[in-house]
C-alpha cells in the first residue's frame, strides 16, 4: 500500500508545512538523497508543542510531541516532493529533546515519530536513529527532529 493511501487509512490529517524560521532551505536534495531541516511539534493553529520533559510535559505527552514533529516532518516532505509516495526510505532521524538534566527517556520520546513513520512507511520508514536531549531548544519547544530520507527519481 502506498503511504499516501496509509495516510488515508489510518485517518491522519497533516499539519500545513511549517514555515521557515530562518535562513535556511527545508529541504535538500543531493542525488536521491533528502535532508529535512529541524522541525518542531507544528499544530494546525500554527502554535508549537512547548514545555521541558521531566519538568512541565510527562514521557507519554513526549512522544505526542515527538508525534506530532512527525506530522509536520511528513507535511513538509509531501509540499516539497509532491507526494509521500516518492519517499524510498527513512535513512536516519536525529531527535533533540528539552529536557531537565534528570531526564533520561529520548529515545522513548523519539519513538513518536518513529511509529509514525512506521505506520506510514511500513519497515521502509525505520531508519537509523539518534535521541538526545538539549537545555533548550528555538522557541521553548518540546521536541526537534531532523531527517535524511532517500525518494525515488
Same mark, same amino acid.
Given at each position: ?9 489510518? !485517518? ?18 543531493t542525488g536521491q538523497l533528502a535532508y529535512v531541516s529541524g522541525h518542531g ?11 521541558? +520533559? ?22 513538509? /516532505? ?15 532521524? +536525529? ?37 538526545? !536531549?538539549?537545555?533548550? +531548544? ?9 531527517? /535524511? ?5
Open positions: 500500500m502506498s503511504a499516501e493511501n496509509r495516510i488515508v487509512e489510518l !485517518g491522519i490529517e497533516l499539519p500545513p508545512a511549517p514555515p521557515k524560521g530562518g535562513v535556511y532551505k527545508p529541504v535538500v536534495f511539534p507544528y499544530l494546525n493553529d500554527g502554535s508549537y508543542i512547548t514545555g521541558k +520533559l521531566g519538568a512541565d510535559l510527562d514521557l507519554s505527552a513526549g512522544q505526542a510531541a515527538a508525534r506530532q514533529t512527525g506530522l509536520a516532518l511528513l507535511a513538509t /516532505i509531501r509540499n516539497e516532493l509532491g507526494s509521500l509516495d516518492r519517499v524510498k526510505r527513512v535513512i536516519k532521524l +536525529l531527535g533533540m529533546v528539552n529536557a531537565t538534566p534528570e531526564f533520561g527517556e529520548h529515545p522513548q520520546v523519539i519513538n513518536g515519530c518513529s511509529e509514525l513513520f512506521r505506520d506510514v512507511f511500513g519497515e521502509d520508514g525505520v531508519g537509523a536513529r539518534s535521541a538526545v !536531549g538539549m537545555g533548550s +531548544l528555538p522557541g521553548k519547544i518540546a521536541v526537534e527532529i531532523e531527517a /535524511i530520507i532517500e525518494v525515488h527519481p
